[in-house]
């Protein structure tokens, strides 16, 4: 079954702190979707990665394909990160046709 | 970077009237784009694939009759939800694959629908 967890569902930050989301898949895909979601609901595509480490400003992302694993890291938290962030795997449904399914998501909020 | 939009943002519709969003890719070939729901505190459900020039593929539990979606272009697909009831009212977010950018997708801003 192609399932995604992500962990923690929710997290609370003092600004400042360094926050790690996590992200699990079940079975092996080519790459893996880091979104954000702000209030109100509009999605950024925040990082689609397939080995290693990927960094954009204060956001570092990094996958182990072995391990079926992938975290995401924001360093220096602000107010301005809280937000909901989803992982989001690519299974194969069929020939070369592959759907993206997501996970839970990580409800964070920053506090000043 | 790629960008997908989304038209209207915000619509509000009496009960038993269609509704028509628009999603664009903006700077890329869409080969692909994929329909989305998502209910308050809940996570993305896929309505249905399309690629361009072909009929969509709908998932499971989703009438295809109610919720029409035409990829005409390239650039552009539209999602309509026919004959709109209450239980319609959600977030509606497209998302479109393709092009230059490889097999990366990029998400549309959404449309909140509210039917009365």
């Known amino acids: 079954k192609n399932e995604v967890e992500q962990s923690p569902q929710n997290l609370t930050a003092q600004e400042g702190e360094f926050i790690t989301i996590n992200c699990s898949y079940s079975?092996?895909?080519?790459?893996l979707h880091w979104l954000q979601q702000h209030p109100g609901g509009g999605i950024v595509s925040l990082f689609m990665?397939?080995?290693g480490k990927k960094k954009h400003g204060r956001l570092i992302a990094t996958i182990n394909i072995q391990e079926k694993h992938s975290s995401l890291h924001i360093t220096a938290s602000h107010p301005r990160d809280s937000a909901v962030y989803i992982c989001?795997?690519?299974?194969?449904?069929?020939?070369?046709?592959?759907?993206?399914?997501f996970g839970k998501g990580t409800l964070l909020t920053v506090n000043p | 970077g790629a960008v997908v939009s989304q038209h209207p943002s915000w619509v509000i519709c009496k009960s038993g009237t269609s509704v028509k969003i628009e999603c664009r890719s903006l700077?890329?070939?869409?080969?692909?784009m994929f329909w989305y729901r998502q209910f308050p505190k809940q996570s993305l459900m896929l309505m249905a694939t399309?690629?361009?020039?072909?009929?969509?593929?709908?998932e499971q539990g989703v009438e295809k009759d109610k919720f029409l979606i035409n990829h005409a272009s390239l650039t552009l697909s539209t999602l309509t939800v026919t004959s709109a009831h209450p239980e319609d009212s959600s977030f509606y977010i497209c998302?479109?694959?393709?092009?230059?950018?490889?097999?990366?997708?990029?998400f549309g801003p959404g449309t909140r629908l509210l039917v009365l």
């Open positions: 998302s479109a694959r393709g092009g230059g950018v490889g097999e990366t997708q990029y």
């Open positions: 079975v092996g895909i080519s790459a």
């Open positions: 990665l397939s080995s």
């Open positions: 989001a795997a690519p299974f194969n449904s069929g020939g070369s046709n592959y759907k993206l399914t």
């Open positions: 700077d890329f070939q869409a080969t692909t």
């Open positions: 399309s690629n361009e020039g072909s009929k969509a593929t709908y």
